[in-house]
């Protein structure tokens, strides 16, 4: 029954440079190509890189959720767009603000009819285990799936997350995932051309756009592996 609402896929982390924007841009690509309708809600209003690479193809919109306010729109946007599948691409910042307004959110899902699916980067160290733990007491409704960041090595290397309790009640109803790590040379071009991955894979040259595809054949697995075909 959950399954067939329309998600809010949430991508967190909390920790600047886990790799939130990357695998919102990598979500958005995927959900595009399954015409799942996406749009995207930019609430890195510092650094809104996400939304830059991608509004002329989906549809964007920016709130500012270390503010009541921000939150308020959000969810009177998501009650607008309902057909729609809803990418958040978080800051590195908005903790605060999701402890004090997530429930703005959180209360409003089943009138709202969606469900909230959170993509939860993380890297090596404990902090991003910790802001997770913080979060799912505001948001005890998600589905949560930790991603692993392949940038920073491969998953035998997330040990404190391997053998920590929270990956047990993740695991409960969500899932490990291992997002995979994209050649530098071809990141720095996504990061600097601003480009979403469509974009890239018409405009990149034929080397790097080797390396994307296979890049994106990878993610394409991981995402089919939790959200499957819509
Ligand atoms: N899987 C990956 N493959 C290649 N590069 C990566 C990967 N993950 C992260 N990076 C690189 O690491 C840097 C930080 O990633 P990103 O901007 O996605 O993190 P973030 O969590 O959104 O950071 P912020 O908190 O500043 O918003 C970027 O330069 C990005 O290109
Ligand atoms: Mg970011």
């Keep these: 029954m959950a399954t067939t609402l329309n998600p809010i896929y949430l991508v967190g982390g909390s920790k600047g440079g886990v790799g939130k924007s990357i695998v919102a841009l990598a979500l958005a690509d995927y959900l595009q190509r399954r015409n799942a309708n996406p749009v995207l809600v930019e609430t890195d209003t510092s650094n809104p890189d ?4 991608v509004h002329g193809e989906i549809e964007c919109a920016a709130f500012d959720l270390d503010e009541a306010d921000g939150w308020i729109g959000f969810v009177n946007y998501c009650d607008a767009i309902r057909g729609a599948a809803v990418i958040v691409n978080t800051a590195a910042r908005n903790q605060a ?3 004090r307004y997530g429930a703005t959110l959180a209360s409003t899902l089943d009138e709202l009819g969606r469900r909230l699916v959170v993509f939860w980067g993380i890297n090596r160290q404990r902090d991003s ?5 913080e979060f799912g007491a505001t948001f005890p409704e998600a589905t949560t799936h930790v991603v692993r960041n392949g940038y920073f090595g491969t998953a035998d290397k997330f040990a404190l997350y391997q053998d920590s309790n929270i990956r047990k009640s993740v695991e409960a109803k969500g899932k490990s995932l291992d997002f995979p790590d994209l050649a530098d040379r071809v990141s720095d071009d996504l990061r600097s051309q601003r480009l979403s991955v469509r974009k890239a894979t018409q405009t990149l040259p034929i080397g790097q756009r080797a390396e994307l595809l296979r890049w994106r054949a990878l993610y394409d697995a991981m995402f089919a592996g939790v959200i499957g075909d819509a």
Excluded: S
Excluded at 50 to 53: E, F
Excluded at 129 to 133: A, G, I, P
């Design 50 to 53: 996400v939304m830059k690479a």
């Design 97 to 99: 603000g999701v402890a």
């Design 129 to 133: 285990l910790e802001l997770l733990r």
